[in-house]
């Protein structure tokens, strides 16, 4: 498989006020086309900001990183919107949707940033609910919606535009056993049957089993063994 | 078009808020467009015709002392002057004093002058020769229920009879109709003979209050009016000729500089709708962090965002100023029929398109102002620092 994500030597420190607090330390790492990872790791570790580096939401410090051969750390920050538009689907642990609009039209919202017709946003929206099986909930806004519902809603939001990548920042992280399971089996099948890359942090090593490989942070680094942690 | 939705659900986000503010920007723009048509009125926005070849000749210190009786013949005789009449004011009250219109003794040759109004041939004959014949507009006969036939008693003001009465008892001999609808505040007038003001009142005898001039050319206006002033130069009764609409103007500047209150008025009802919208804007701004953090997410650029905030702000003034504007004009046609005439035009012009565009103006200003700073602070929010609710 191609390499989709690359990152050589990247860094990000955030200054706090006088203070210089450097979360991610010199991170090498390749992720596959098609491959589904899950980020782990202890509080503070630096996954979040790793994923939201991959994500284009926020900038290196120092680094390289490049997603499907583009230098996206050299984009400004409207190219960067332009790019997470065409290239990017996310999924939030509190899902994130707009309370006002209804299902259907949260789903639609990426596609407000496409040449698309009225007709074709409604058309690939109701397909993308078919798919995360919530096409009797379209007109339903997110309030009466259950919260796997929504995350499921939030999915779809993230696939409409069919990105190249997925990322997920703890997806599972506010629902219950049941819904997780579902969310994580739904997850697989969309890495598995439509090709997706998926990177996704999380806390929960049952939600990492559905990856096809988990990597470990501690400090800003990359442990490739996590036992070596508690060493 | 295509973010119109988004927009719309994101101003009812919280339908009671954006309500209330809706209604206080509709009371700004009701109060904006009715002071506007009070004001046009005063500064001469009316399109009357009629008005624009008649001149008014009073006196050049006040408008409220007299003139003598006997300038009527000298400024008839001036070249250019087609006719002259004259009138008093007389400030008379019905019955109690809140009913209070514009009452005046005028010329038997008043009618001539005014051929805009329309009084059948019978009666226009009775008020000639009814020495205490009156005749009203349709609209004062119907609000007083009075018909043809009546005698009407109002006490005087100004003048008391030569007895020290102050009761006068006029015979309703007619009542005349306006047709146009810009004009229909003149049917609030009461009017009667000046002769028998003249023979009964205890003062000021052989004197009037102005004298209407109908131009024979109304380019010659220039010329006429200096010629009939020159009449009474460096006399003790010197007068000042000039338009009917600007002696409308000057006839409401008597209460106060009608342009500067409605200035006053309406620049303090905009700066508090600033205010209040200003206010309500940025707490909705401010309540939607994580939202306007998410569409930045999904690629929406800044420009985007902060264009997206402006068109919240300024649908909201425009739909609730659409709306009062819209009820400005519904009140100021109602009104005008029910307002009595300040001098020969209306108090109030119907809400034009010079009104709906100077509205239109404001509105995309006042939301532009209030909009601005929330819309700010959306393009320039961290979408991690939001998300995170840092």
């Not at chain 1, 491959?35 to 290196?60: C, E, Q, R």
């Not at chain 1, 997110?142 to 409409?160: K, Y």
């Not at chain 2, 009879?161 to 102050?166: P, T």
């Not at chain 2, 309406?266 to 939202?291: K, W, Y």
Request: charge should be neutral; proline fraction near 4%; glycine fraction near 8%.
């Amino acid at each position: 498989m191609s390499t989709l994500v690359e990152i050589r030597s990247l860094s990000k420190v955030y200054e706090r006020g006088k203070q210089r607090v450097e979360v991610l330390h010199h991170v090498n790492l390749d992720i596959a086309k098609g491959d589904f990872v899950a980020l782990m790791g202890p509080s503070g570790s630096g996954k979040t900001t790793l994923l939201n580096l991959i994500g284009g939401l926020d900038s290196p410090t120092e680094g390289m990183l490049s997603i499907a051969g583009k230098r996206i750390e050299r984009l400004s920050e409207d190219a960067l919107a332009r790019w997470r538009a065409a290239n990017v689907g996310f999924v939030f642990q509190f899902y994130n949707l707009l309370p006002m609009l209804t299902a259907q039209k949260n789903v639609e919202l990426p596609l407000l940033l496409t040449r698309l017709s009225a007709a074709q946003r409604k058309r690939k929206a109701e397909i993308a609910l078919r798919l995360v099986g919530l096409a009797d909930r379209a007109a339903h806004k997110p309030t009466e919606l259950s919260g796997g519902q929504q995350q499921r809603v939030a999915i779809a939001r993230a696939i409409v535009s069919d990105p190249t990548l997925l990322v997920g920042d703890e997806p599972t992280g506010d629902l219950d056993r049941q819904s997780a399971t579902d969310i994580m089996l739904l997850l697989q099948q969309l890495n598995r049957d439509h090709g997706k890359t998926i990177i996704m942090v999380t806390h929960d090593p049952k939600a990492a089993e559905y990856a096809r490989r988990t990597l470990h942070l501690d400090k800003g680094t990359l442990v490739e063994r996590p036992e070596l942690i508690a060493a | 078009m295509k973010y119109f939705q988004l927009i719309w659900a994101a101003l009812f986000r919280r339908k009671t808020r954006t309500i209330f503010t809706l209604l206080s920007v509709l009371a700004a723009f009701l109060l904006f467009g009715l002071l506007n048509s009070v004001h046009s009125a005063f500064t001469g926005a009316s399109n009357s015709v009629a008005g624009a070849s008649r001149l008014i000749t009073v006196s050049k210190i006040s408008m409220t002392l007299s003139l003598p009786k006997s300038l009527h013949e000298r400024i008839a005789a001036q070249p250019g002057v087609a006719e002259v009449t004259y009138a008093n004011w007389f400030g008379g009250i019905y019955q109690d004093p809140k009913n209070f219109f514009p009452s005046q003794a005028v010329a038997d040759n008043f009618l001539d002058l005014y051929p805009e109004w329309e009084l059948p041939a019978d009666q226009r004959k009775a008020f000639h020769d009814i020495r205490t014949g009156a005749i009203v507009g349709a609209s004062l006969a119907e609000k007083y229920h009075w018909k043809v036939g009546d005698k009407i008693p109002l006490q005087a003001t100004i003048f008391p009879q030569k007895d020290g009465s102050n009761t006068w008892t006029f015979d309703l001999v007619g009542i005349y109709h306006v047709t146009d609808p810009n004009l229909r505040g003149q049917e609030n007038n009461f009017y009667f003979n000046w002769a028998y003001l003249d023979e009964a009142r205890q003062f000021d005898k052989g004197t009037v209050g102005w004298y209407v001039v109908k131009l024979a050319d109304r380019n010659n206006a220039d010329q006429v009016a200096g010629a009939i002033d020159a009449l009474s130069f460096d006399s003790d009764h010197e007068t000042k000729t000039e338009s009917e609409q600007a002696f409308t103007a000057a006839f409401a500047g008597q209460f106060g500089d009608i342009g500067l209150i409605v200035g006053a008025i309406i620049g303090a009802v905009f700066f508090t709708l600033v205010l209040l919208t200003g206010n309500t804007m940025a707490q909705a701004v401010r309540e939607r962090v994580p939202e306007l953090a998410i569409l930045k997410t999904l690629g929406f650029t800044n420009r985007s965002v902060l264009a997206l905030v402006l068109a919240e702000s300024v649908l909201l003034l425009v739909l609730g100023g659409v709306a009062g504007l819209a009820l400005a004009g519904v009140l100021v046609n109602a009104l005008r029929t029910s307002l009595p005439a300040m001098g020969p035009t209306s108090p109030m012009v119907p809400v034009g398109a010079a009104s709906w565009l100077q509205g239109l103006c404001l509105m995309v200003l006042v939301g532009l102002i209030v909009g601005a700073l929330p819309a700010v602070r959306g393009m320039r929010l961290k979408i991690v620092d939001a998300l995170s609710g840092r």
